[in-house]
């Protein structure tokens, strides 16, 4: 015998369907709403393996808790396994029990960058051998690519987007080579951009003038006793280094420029930096302290840098530098 629950939504009695395998799955008003986001091309497919998810977990009725759960883990890996979290018997659902998909992210690194439906790294040019590149850009996009992939940030963006997810959903992070910044660190959620300190070298200086010849800057002027450097015109791209044919001018310091908080669109804004001379720890660290950030405080598709406005840019640079000192 079959009993039919009616449940009234919105005013409406609507009779739920009947999942395969046994088992009625209601849907709460809120729930339903979001469903009714989806594209109608691909609704049926996800209504199904929402009500799968629930049902597998011992659920009958989708929240919008539980759609939030059920992107999340399509979008790669699992659920959240915090307290509000369904579980079934040996552990939460992985999105490969969902829905059967592969592994989106893409191996290797290449001056495309590295990318899932949620998050991209781009490199520039030094990639692919770059001249003027100061760091190893692939070693470094990888190391970043890392720290998104392994961060859940795919879910909680997932979980947070009803229909397809466009351009401007995803979490951007650019790495440059050297300050001509290529990659376009400026307009992206977090960017990092190699950078070279020019210093006094051992060798002699001829007095060529090269080095202050090479400074778009105009932060190098040679004296008869040798070159000096204007460092709050300087940019720290490597030029004038490279130039000295006399060991004149030499690298003093190197590291990497993090900047976080940039975005195009109806309301554009400017990434600002975070930190200047960073190493590669430290700007991992940076990167995960944006991303659990991010999972704390954004609000259901909320851009990262609308929620850099929101919060205040002052707040966010307290808190990746303090995750910064490391």
């Not at 592969?102 to 770059?130: F, I, M, N, Q, Y």
């Not at 400026?186 to 001829?206: K, L, N």
């Not at 991992?284 to 840019?313: H, Q, S």
Request: hydrophobic content about 35%; proline content about 4%.
């Amino acid at each position: 015998m079959i009993q039919l629950i009616v449940t009234p939504i919105r005013g409406v009695y609507t009779v739920p369907k009947i999942v395969e395998g046994g088992g009625f799955v209601d849907w709460e008003a809120d729930a339903r709403e979001r469903l009714e986001r989806v594209p109608f091309f691909i609704r049926k497919r996800v209504k199904k393996q929402i009500e799968e998810f629930v049902r597998d977990q011992g659920g009958r009725l989708v929240t919008g808790y539980d759609v939030t759960l059920a992107r999340r883990a399509l979008a790669g890996g699992q659920a959240d396994s915090g307290q509000h979290s369904r579980e079934k018997a040996g552990g939460v659902l992985t999105a490969g029990e969902l829905s059967g998909i592969e592994d989106l992210v893409e191996k290797g690194v290449s001056v495309e960058g590295l990318k899932t439906p949620h998050h991209e790294v781009r490199v520039c040019g030094g990639a692919a051998g770059c001249p003027l590149s100061l760091i190893d850009d692939r070693a470094v996009s990888t190391a970043l690519a890392g720290v998104l992939n392994a961060s859940g940030l795919d879910r909680h963006i997932a979980g947070g987007i009803d229909g397809p997810v466009l351009f401007h959903h995803k979490f951007r992070v650019t790495v440059s080579g050297c300050p001509n910044s290529c990659s376009q660190p400026q307009i992206v959620d977090f960017g990092v951009v190699g950078q070279s300190v020019p210093g006094r070298g051992e060798g002699h200086c001829t007095g060529c003038g090269l080095c202050a010849g090479v400074c778009a800057e105009k932060a190098v002027s040679v004296r008869e006793d040798g070159p000096v450097f204007d460092y709050s015109r300087c940019q720290n791209c490597g030029q004038c280094i490279r130039s000295c044919p006399a060991d004149a001018v030499r690298e003093a310091d190197s590291g990497y420029r993090v900047m976080a908080g940039g975005k195009l669109g109806r309301h554009p804004r400017l990434a600002e930096v975070v930190l200047e001379l960073a190493d590669e720890q430290r700007i991992k660290a940076v990167l995960e302290g944006a991303v659990r950030l991010f999972r704390a405080e954004g609000m259901d598709g909320e851009r990262f840098a609308a929620m850099v406005d929101r919060l205040g840019m002052d707040r966010v640079k307290e808190v990746l530098r303090d995750v910064g000192k490391c």
